[in-house]
């Protein structure tokens, strides 16, 4: 069974840091990760999507990471900022129609 | 422009009321769920629809209903049988297809007053 697990679960930094958010998953099998981010009280926004058979996705000053045979992938944060501070998620989409979801890092950037 | 929506934004139910949430996506996308989070927690699946007329229990689907008679639409009751429906639910979509991502609408928060 799929587990998805992201360390720490909560962060503070001060601004300008560059910063990086783990996510680990059990079952290399996987279809692709997903970032998403969110801020209180509100929904989901999609940061980043990376493909099975991608290393790696850059949008801005966020890149993340994917390597499937450790399990693992990395949400890189360059030079933070307080407008940075959100939960931040990760998904694994494990079938057509599945997707199994970490717990979240809060981040807070600390100006 | 493509999304998905979900209202009303907030909403109060009465103990022993039955409230729906709507969402609605026009992204054409065959798949769409429902989660509930709580205060400092992950998301959990309530449930999902991979097509029209069909759906399946997720996680914590007691105390919850759900109908997909259109591809567009994929409402979600709160029964009164829910006992503890204070949260906030958050609807989502995907395509079938094996490389695309989900998308998520607003949020709706429930509160019991």
């Known amino acids: 069974k799929q587990e998805v697990t992201q360390i720490p679960a909560a962060l503070s930094v001060p601004e300008g840091e560059n910063l990086v958010l783990n996510c680990s998953f059990t079952d290399s099998a996987i279809y692709n990760l997903q970032w998403f981010r969110q801020d209180p009280g509100k929904g989901l926004t999609s940061l980043l999507l990376i493909q099975s058979s991608q290393r790696e996705q850059t949008s801005g000053r966020l890149n993340a990471s994917l390597d499937k045979s450790s399990g693992r992938s990395t949400l890189y944060i360059a030079a933070s900022q307080p407008g940075d501070s959100a939960t931040y998620l990760c998904?694994?989409?494990?079938?057509?129609?599945?997707?199994?979801w970490g717990a979240g890092t809060k981040l807070i950037i600390k100006p | 422009d493509g999304g998905i929506t979900q209202s009303p934004k907030y909403l109060f139910r009465k103990e022993g009321q039955n409230v729906t949430l709507s969402c609605e996506q026009n992204?054409?996308?065959?798949?769409m769920y429902w989660y509930r989070q709580d205060p400092g927690q992950g998301l959990r699946l309530i449930y999902y629809s991979q097509i029209v007329n069909d759906f399946q229990k997720g996680d914590i689907a007691e105390g919850y209903s759900v109908s997909r008679e259109k591809k567009e639409s994929f409402p979600l009751t709160v029964t009164s049988a829910q006992k503890n429906p204070t949260a906030f639910y958050l609807c989502?979509?995907?395509?079938?297809?094996?490389?695309?991502?989900?998308?998520f609408g607003q949020g709706t928060r429930l509160t019991v007053v």
């Open positions: 992204l054409n996308h065959d798949a």
């Open positions: 998904a694994v989409k494990a079938s057509n129609y599945q997707l199994i």
């Open positions: 989502a979509s995907i395509s079938g297809r094996m490389n695309t991502e989900a998308f």
